[in-house]
């Protein structure tokens, strides 16, 4: 940190009140590490500035498809901050936790209702985690059975995370193709799944933010071979209220909390991702497990599964996540959440209306609460690309959409406003986008320079893979 | 209570621009086979007021580290969290921000996350950190997935004196990578003697380890790489004002629970996973990295650099599933170690280990208690057997206001692992020796 001055500090301990009782010498530390040397105000002043030069939720509309970048309610802060959360050690003994404890049996009730499954655990600490935690499970399942199987079967537009979590739980990634429609080629499928396949991960609506209509067919040709299928939760927020994984055949379901139910993201995490399964797999899921003592009514950790799959996280997952998440669904309950589910989808869909002149959607059915459109046509045009728009949208006050996934859209940009931004903010949104696509011919030079209102201005990521610097030099 | 701002007018206006006539038409390609035919069976929505009482009734019912004095660790401390930590973590622009896809919009993130690496590094004396992991035993999970494919080798040794949570979250993500951990025994609560023959791909020592004892973790990395092996260290960050760093005891991976950097124990989580290594390996390396470089005018930026290892690029190749992380968390932690400075880390593990060893002295002084392992060097935690189950006098001393500790199973279930913080005050040891006193008498 340039502020560094040696001999600068800012903590402060008590007055020592016990005898110096060093480490014996062979195990001492020689030298000191180079960590800055600055008073607290100096502390305050470089992260306020660098906090300044962020983007978040709180400063504008944020719409990253399949990223799902809702308001953060500021209540689900407050609770989390409670001590008897904050403050709650994980190795205190269960009849001091009652609350906590509670708290998880209920989140996991209420989760398993909108979901439609029987059981879930709350371990794993981000969705990429839940989908290991979802392929363990479907592994521990057929090696019951009696063989484990090989092959998973993913869609070709599906999430970066499903085939690297296919390969973590020893399995290889089988590629589902897309029909023009962008849903699954169902005759594909039919033909590539066999006794091989453990099973299908997919999200519904899929990431074109498109639902497969027939899932119940899709389901059934899995099931039929034997295998399991897996519900990725990026895109839940769409369906809320309105039908659940369960109920189309689902057996496990993975949830983003921070995309459902609005926890913040952190810049980069803490998530949680919850798993759900149906009646069938409980006896493979994680432990511990919270149960409730019908008798009396108290709860306790439990590690009562002998074929569970182990443990996900060190100790009971992201709670501090889980708080607010159960702060979320319960302000909402069975209606708000209902709602947030359709204004999600007329969000996105008022949106995708507004700018479809000029970034047509890649595919041609009803999109749900993201779509996916493309800036082909204009590239051909003028040949300004998806990435110049989303730089000159930054300008013009916006964070831009995702861009350049799915990996299957040439030029794409995936477009989720989310349910919480207003008809004005849309409306403002849309006119950014269609005047930087005006500009691709008018005045494109100001789209190749774009951002310049930003605290940097377009980065090489070349040289900063070629050139390694990774930390500062001490 | 509910957060979509839709007038009336607002939803009519909007459905007459799509061009439909109702809200359920949105979700006409729905089969209605699958439609959900009834409310969810939740309660209806609430307001803010009334889901306060409810969460503030919930954690009315827990004990806290606030209302019991805290000697409990084995792997989660209550170490002080200063102010001024969740002061800046706690910005909005920070924790409403997404992982930094636009840089230019997210150099606050990406500058503080080059800063925890570089604290990372100096911390551990390893050259490479990446930008944070879920948690210390998932991170050593990652550790070993990347020791076994920079060896080649499947093969997997743990010390039996690490973490049994983390050796079973080992166990259970071996299972997918096709591996089972082999835990090589321990003598008098350390060492021991790993066979490490051509086959295996890393040994595993946590130093300070479960017991909270210093591990001969030189000789023990020695015989790793010995045999060809990766040494994976197991470290407690704010060990490390008084204990030699990772680097200088040659381990190639280091991974910690970084909990104890400014986050609170939160009942377990979110916390941090810290991850460092040889720039070897930077290219096996699983997560996020940051690196420096300039924008179109030459000024100093920041970007997620090596993203050829992540799987948003790699897919089925990628060196791990992680795509969020612990981000505000590494964040706070920057804060933290800027907090401490050199002289407030050396600082903080001296208090540690003076309040430690003067609490073992006081505790031994009770009629039935001594030392697990007598003689053993611990830093600021250490095991007391116990003449009674440990989870009974654990249980009557949060009766009398204390969380004395963590049970262990040794010594058929009369040990009990106590630690010490910077926290801790001398009354507070001695009020403790006391209840423990009168609780065996």
């Known amino acids: ?474 | 209570m509910r957060f979509a701002p839709h007038t009336d007018d607002d939803v009519r206006e909007m459905l007459a621009r799509i061009g439909l006539d109702g809200l359920d038409a949105l979700f006409d390609q729905i089969p209605p086979s699958v439609r959900l035919d009834r409310p969810l069976d939740l309660p209806e929505g609430i307001s803010e007021m009334e889901i306060l009482a409810d969460l503030r009734a919930l954690a009315a019912a827990d004990r806290n580290a606030d209302d019991l004095v805290c000697f409990a660790g084995a792997g989660a401390y209550d170490h002080y969290v200063p102010s001024v930590v969740w002061a800046l973590a706690g910005r909005s622009e920070f924790y409403t921000s997404y992982t930094p896809y636009q840089p230019e919009l997210s150099q606050g993130v990406l500058q503080a996350l080059f800063e925890y690496q570089s604290m990372i590094c100096e911390l551990t004396g390893l050259e490479v950190s990446n930008a944070s992991l879920y948690d210390g035993a998932t991170a050593l999970a990652e550790a070993v997935n990347l020791a076994r494919s920079s060896q080649g080798r499947d093969r997997v040794l743990v010390s039996e004196a690490v973490d049994p949570r983390y050796l079973e979250t080992l166990r259970t993500y071996g299972r997918g990578a096709g591996y089972e951990p082999e835990v090589f025994p321990v003598k008098e609560g350390r060492g021991g003697e790993p066979e490490v023959g051509d086959d295996v791909a890393a040994v595993i020592v946590q130093h300070p380890n479960r017991y909270g004892i210093l591990e001969p973790a030189r000789e023990l990395f020695g015989q790793a790489h010995a045999g060809g092996a990766r040494a994976i260290q197991v470290f407690d960050p704010l060990s490390l004002g008084v204990l030699a760093p990772p680097g200088e005891l040659r381990a190639d991976i280091a991974v910690a629970e970084g909990q104890v950097l400014g986050n609170h124990l939160n009942f377990g989580g979110p916390y941090l996973g810290v991850i460092a290594t040889r720039l070897d390996d930077v290219r096996r390396m699983p997560g996020r990295i940051v690196g420096e470089t300039v924008d179109i005018d030459g000024k100093v930026g920041y970007v997620l650099t090596l993203q050829a290892r992540e799987q948003h690029i790699r897919r089925e190749k990628a060196t791990s599933n992680i795509c969020t992380n612990q981000t505000l968390m590494a964040i706070a932690a920057t804060v933290y170690l800027s907090w401490l400075g050199p002289e407030g880390l050396v600082e903080l593990g001296r208090r540690c280990a003076a309040k430690a060893a003067y609490a073992a002295e006081r505790l031994c002084e009770i009629r039935g208690v001594e030392p697990l392992f007598p003689g053993a060097p611990s830093f600021k935690e250490f095991a007391l057997r116990l003449p009674r189950p440990a989870d009974e006098v654990r249980d009557e001393l949060i009766q009398r206001g204390f969380l004395a500790g963590v049970p262990l199973t040794d010594a058929d279930g009369c040990a009990l692992l106590v630690a010490v913080t910077e926290r801790r005050t001398k009354a507070e040891i001695d009020a403790l020796a006391g209840a423990m006193r009168e609780a065996l008498a």
């Open chain 1, 1 to 474: 940190m340039d502020r560094s001055r040696a001999g600068r500090r800012a903590y402060s301990f008590p007055a020592p009140d016990v005898p110096e009782a060093p480490v014996p010498a062979e195990f001492a530390r020689r030298d000191l590490p180079a960590l800055p040397e600055v008073a607290e105000r100096d502390i305050v002043a470089h992260y306020t500035r660098l906090a300044q030069m962020n983007y978040g939720v709180d400063t504008g509309v944020y719409p990253l498809g399949s990223c799902s970048m809702k308001y953060n309610p500021k209540v689900a802060e407050t609770v989390a901050a409670l001590p008897g959360f904050q403050r709650a050690h994980p190795h205190q003994p269960d009849h001091t936790v009652q609350g906590a404890l509670e708290l998880l049996w209920r989140l996991e009730r209420a989760l398993c209702e909108v979901t439609g499954m029987a059981r879930a655990t709350l371990q794993p600490p981000a969705g990429a985690c839940g989908e290991l935690t979802g392929l363990l499970l479907m592994r521990a399942h057929h090696t019951k059975q009696g063989n484990a199987r090989t092959r998973i079967a993913i869609p070709d537009s599906s999430h970066g995370t499903n085939p690297a979590s296919v390969r973590l739980a020893g399995y290889e990634a089988l590629h589902i193709p897309s029909d023009a429609r962008g849903l699954v080629d169902v005759s594909a499928l039919e033909k590539l799944v066999d006794e091989d396949v453990a099973g299908l991960m997919l999200t519904n609506p899929n990431t074109l933010g498109l639902f497969e209509e027939e899932i119940e067919k899709i389901t059934s040709v899995v099931h039929n071979a034997g295998g399991l299928v897996y519900y990725d939760g990026a895109n839940l927020n769409a369906i809320l209220g309105r039908c659940r994984p369960g109920d189309m055949g689902f057996d496990i379901v993975h949830i983003n909390t921070h995309k459902t139910f609005a926890t913040p993201h952190g810049g980069g995490g803490p998530g949680a991702g919850p798993v759900g399964v149906t009646e069938e797999l409980v006896p493979f899921l994680p432990v511990p497990s919270v149960e409730r003592d019908e008798a009396t009514g108290t709860f306790r950790l439990s590690a009562d599964r002998v074929d569970s799959i182990g443990r996900m996280h060190g100790f009971h997952g992201n709670f501090g996540v889980l708080v607010r998440a159960y702060a979320y669904v319960f302000l909402h309950g069975s209606d708000g959440l209902q709602e947030v589910g359709e204004r999600a989808v007329l969000n996105a869909n008022y949106l995708a209306e507004l700018v479809k002149e000029v970034f047509p959607l890649a595919y041609p059915g009803r999109p749900m609460h993201e779509f996916v459109a493309t800036a082909r046509p204009l590239r051909d045009r003028t040949g300004i690309r998806a990435i110049d728009i989303a730089k000159r949208v930054i300008d013009l006050g916006f964070h831009p959409s995702t861009v350049y996934f799915p990996l299957v859209v040439e030029e794409s940009m995936m477009v989720e406003p989310t349910e919480t931004e207003t008809r004005e903010t849309l409306d403002g949104l849309a006119a950014a986008m269609v005047q930087a696509a005006h500009e691709a011919k008018s005045d494109p030079d100001t789209l190749h320079q774009a951002p310049v209102t930003t605290p940097v201005r377009r980065l090489d990521e070349a040289r900063a893979a070629r050139h390694l610097k990774l930390r500062w030099s001490s």
